[in-house]
């Protein structure tokens, strides 16, 4: 029988490591949530649509052609034909995603969406809301947390090794923005799913972490 893991989080709390970890370990399909709303922004951008119209966004939306496939044990999707990778994580989707994510009709879309990736097989899911919205009935949810500092100083090396020159305080400044802004938003806040287990990695290892949730899985 297909399983679904679900791996929810604040920024940087290492959810992406995690899930593409716990994939490869037990051999089920990793999914990137978050991908989905910046693919909506992405197409916005590309298509000269404002993001802070929603109308415009969601007719878009219904105007483009959405194809869902598995490559390299990951779901990926095409829109209109092109598949978009390097792209989601430019700037411009970066910035304008936010926008995108609280439009009720575009999150429908993307639950939906995410739900019909089981008919693939089993799943690790990571995202704000998979535990709480798209997958509550899951045994096998999971709340990553580690403390600000440390998530900031992850993403600060993250920056750096990628080429950019981002200041440490500016990142600790934007990721207390980003938190603040995924946990009060009226549509889907990030909060601990009932029933999920919290890992707090602050002082784990991604080794560690990985193994706790690939045991927590093999022991059901
Ligand atoms: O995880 P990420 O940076 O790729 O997320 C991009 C945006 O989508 C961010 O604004 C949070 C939002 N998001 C969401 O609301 N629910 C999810 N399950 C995943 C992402």
Known sequence: MSKTIAIDGPSASGKSSVSKGVAAEL????????ALYRGVTWQAVRKGVDVTNAE????LLHDSDWD???QDGASTFSIDGDVPVQE?????VRENVAHVAVIPEIRKFVVESL???EHFGSLVMEGRDIGTVVFPDSPYKFYL???????????????????????????MESLKKR????????????TVAPGAQVID??????????QTVVNFVRAD
């Open 68 to 70: 869902f496939f598995i």
């Open 115 to 117: 739900q019909s990736l």
């Open 145 to 171: 947390d580690a403390d600000p500092e440390e998530r900031a100083m992850r993403r600060y090396r993250e920056l750096v090794a990628a080429g950019e020159s981002e200041k440490a305080e500016e990142v």
């Open 201 to 210: 990695s602050t002082s784990m290892s991604l080794e560690e972490v990985i």
């Open 27 to 34: 051999g089920f399909i990793y999914v990137d949530s978050g």
């Open 179 to 190: 938190d603040k802004i995924d946990s009060t938003r009226k549509v889907d806040p990030l």
């Open 88 to 92: 989601l994580r430019e700037k411009e």
């Open 56 to 59: 415009a966004v969601v007719n």
